[in-house]
């Protein structure tokens, strides 16, 4: 633009001398037309049309991307998206970050913590961020994102609500019928803290990455490609994020979850579905760490009754024997016993070798030490049960003495899968 000003000024000045010039020839009082100067078209300024279409309803939205994290340590505060330690980095695609395979190619799956009675106090529900990335061509018409969850029914074709209510289950999109779980409201979060940044003015492109999005590449969620894209598309205010955030208890049943993410603006909604497996696990749980069966006799039968409350504390002081499943799987139950001797004592007769126990309603007489015992049937998640132990010593000459010796407690799945237990 100053080119163009300065060649104006010199065609002006040039002009305004001809005309004095002439001026003094013609006399006063002659007018003599003056032609107007042509600007110099400026190179860098390039116009071009403009249009819009104002269409009733409006765009439909797009989630282009979407993926849920667990907490993978529960015992540290705050969100740990790895395991090991607190804090731990990741990086894309390098399996630093734990899911039950550690292969990325495979999605995202998660084991539910155990119940609350676990080790350091790990709460029983597990923490689950669920993310969810959405666009439409005029972005700021997004109202409002949110996933819908949906869980297998439990082992016994049942499904439950949140108040632990039997409730009939429901028609997913393919047909299928799952059972409703929850709705995880999304809270919007700051694209480049969430995601990541893309600066194309360096070369190469200076490209940084959040831990949540390392995460869901590092499970599989996300391709490295479509992180790439995701965090170049929020540099340039195409998209916007949404974060939602519940858990998931130890008794959840175990399989394939759907998640449907919704995003909506005022007069439309987009959806995307995704899966995550949730694993098997059985989780043994005793409240005792000693039976003791007191002062026994020849011929005599000495027995420790167990309750169904849980109560031994840390340290597993219970004086009335309890076992608990708490895991999301039926467990079948196995128990040991070692023979009871005078320690010391050479004597292999001065040994007590036969013994019995109850669970739940079921009663074995006669239980050899040293053969393990299965009880018949599956022990549901949850419930603590009372175990009943008791100790058959010889008839005739008992040596006097402490006789000690062990007793194995053993929580097991019956095929593998937790669909049949025990020696059924």
Known sequence: MTKRFLKIGASVGAAAVALLLVTGLLGVGTALAVPTPTPTPDPNSIEVNTQASAVGGGAIPTVVAKWELPDMEPAFSGFQYCAGFSGCSTDLNLNSIWDADDDPTTGMQMAPNLCDEAPLGVASERAIEYWIVARTPALNTLTAAWDKVYEPKNQEGLCFNLAGEVVPPVSVPGGALMCYKYQVDGVEQVCDVALGTYDDSFNPPHETYSDALKAAVDTGQVTPAQA?????????????????????????????????????????????????????????????????????????????????????????????????????????????????????????????????????????????????????????????????????????????????????????????????????
């Open 228 to 424: 790439l894209a995701l965090i170049t598309a929020c540099s340039k205010h195409e998209i916007r994020v949404w974060l939602g955030t519940d858990t998931l208890a130890h008794h959840q049943p175990a399989g394939t979850y759907l998640v449907i993410a919704t995003a909506a603006t005022q007069t439309n909604q987009g959806s995307l579905s995704n899966n995550f497996t949730v694993l098997p696990v059985i989780g043994l749980r005793i409240d005792f760490s000693l039976v003791d069966w007191g002062n026994i006799v020849a011929g005599g039968i000495n027995t420790v009754s167990g309750n169904n409350v849980l109560d031994g504390g840390p340290n597993n002081t219970s004086t009335t024997p309890t076992v608990k499943n708490c895991g999301n799987v039926n467990m079948n139950l196995t128990v040991l016993f070692s023979p009871l001797k005078i320690a010391g004592d050479p004597d292999p007769t001065d040994t007590v070798t036969v013994f019995d126990a109850q669970f739940m309603t079921q009663y074995q007489e006669t239980i050899l030490a040293g053969e393990p015992f299965t009880f018949k049937g599956c022990y549901i998640p949850c419930h603590p049960k009372e175990l009943d132990l008791s100790v058959h010593p010889p008839a005739g000459k008992l040596v006097m003495g402490v006789y000690t010796g062990t007793l194995d407690v053993i929580g097991g799945v019956g095929n593998g899968t937790g669909m049949t237990c025990g020696n059924e």
